[in-house]
């Protein structure tokens, strides 16, 4: 970023208008973000693998900038990063959107498709926020705003995958906001419970092969349970959109966001069952110090 560049982006701060940076805009919950930021009167850069499916999802607008951009690849990360700073100057909101969904019973999810969940929905967003911090620190402020899942609190079966990198994206927020802090930076973590979004369709879930027959009857229920849910789940996108763009506008956003009365619950039961734990052996786990005596 040059000089020029910050002066530029510190003077359209003071307007009121804001650049979004969000991944993952080409459809889904992305665009829905990328919509109502824009709705909000603020700029949007929004970017997916093919930018001309993300401009004509969001529609036309003077204050949007469509880029190609593969969570997985720093160097398109970094890329990305640099084109919405040469288009506005700076980036205020940070939104690690972009995922898909490998499900199945861990022994037949192929260690490749495991891998690969961690590597888009892991390490996309930390190879995206690795290449816009030095631009949020040089502004002494910004907000990056990480969509993790209710697989982020509580796991479940046939979540192995998805599950093991969500609580991955909890842990890494989580210790990244300390860090960040000091510059201005705030983290928020939004956990969405069932939003009526294109995650269950077959362009983003991908379902292990059914290779073990003891878990072949389970796996047809589970995959035939699922794919019912597609397009009847209960959360309105929009509306979370819409909530996000009213927290990011917070002197200090939530650390967390349960999305969703179903996120709520979870929140709750989490909770709940971690106390339980820790009374169920309180004894046994108290007394594991050593004996200095």
Known sequence: ????????????????KKVWFITGAGRGMGTDIAKAALAAGHAVVATGRTPEKVAQAIGENEDLLAVKLDVTDPAAAEAAVQAAVERFGRIDVLVDNAGNFYAGFFEEISPDDFRAQIETTLFGPMNVTRAALPVLRAQRSGLVVTISSTAGIAGGEFLTA??????????????????????GIRTMLVEPGFFRTELLTPES??????????????TEETVAAWCS???????????????????AELDEPP???????????????????????????????????????
């Open 162 to 183: 998805y599950a093991a990198s969500k609580f991955g994206v909890e842990g890494w927020a989580e210790s990244l906001a300390p860090e960040i802090a000091p510059f």
């Open 1 to 16: 970023m040059t000089e020029q560049d910050y002066k530029a982006g510190q003077k359209e701060s003071m307007t009121g």
């Open 255 to 293: 650390l967390r966001f349960a999305a969703g009365a179903d996120a709520v619950g979870v929140f709750e039961q989490r909770a709940k069952a971690l106390r339980a734990q820790a009374e169920a052996h309180r004894d046994l786990s108290s007394n594991l110090a050593y004996n200095d005596a």
């Open 229 to 247: 849910m597609d397009g009847q789940q209960g959360g309105d996108p929009a509306k979370l959109a819409d909530a996000l763009v009213q927290l």
């Open 205 to 218: 879930t991908s379902y292990a092969e059914s290779t073990i027959e003891d878990y072949a009857q389970r």
